[in-house]
């Protein structure tokens, strides 16, 4: 499994939290018997993008601790391209 780490926004993220990042996913897929195809994407960003997000996408006028977008759900451009999680 690939896992793609981006912050678009707010603190930066230090080696440590990666490698605990993908130790993570790593045994993740592991326990899940997962396919060594699948491909993780996971957005950091503040409680404004995140607040705009929500409301966007989920008519929700708040921030929210995460948001997911399954790539084959997508039903826009956003969604379609950016399939991760904030």
């Known amino acids: 499994m690939q896992?793609?780490?981006n912050r678009r926004k707010g603190k930066r993220i230090t080696g440590k939290l990666k490698k605990i990042i993908l130790m993570i996913g790593d045994e993740t897929a592991k326990e899940f018997e997962l396919a060594d195809d699948l491909e993780v994407s996971?957005?950091?960003?503040d409680n404004e993008e995140i607040h705009?997000?929500?409301?966007?996408y989920r008519g929700?006028?708040?921030?929210?601790?995460?948001?997911?977008?399954a790539f084959n759900d997508a039903e826009d451009?956003?969604?379609?391209?950016?399939?991760h999680i904030l």
């Open 42 to 45: 996971l957005v950091f960003t």
């Open 77 to 83: 451009e956003y969604a379609r391209r950016y399939h």
């Open 3 to 5: 896992i793609l780490i």
């Open 60 to 69: 929700i006028d708040a921030p929210t601790d995460v948001l997911s977008f």
């Open 52 to 56: 705009a997000l929500n409301k966007q």
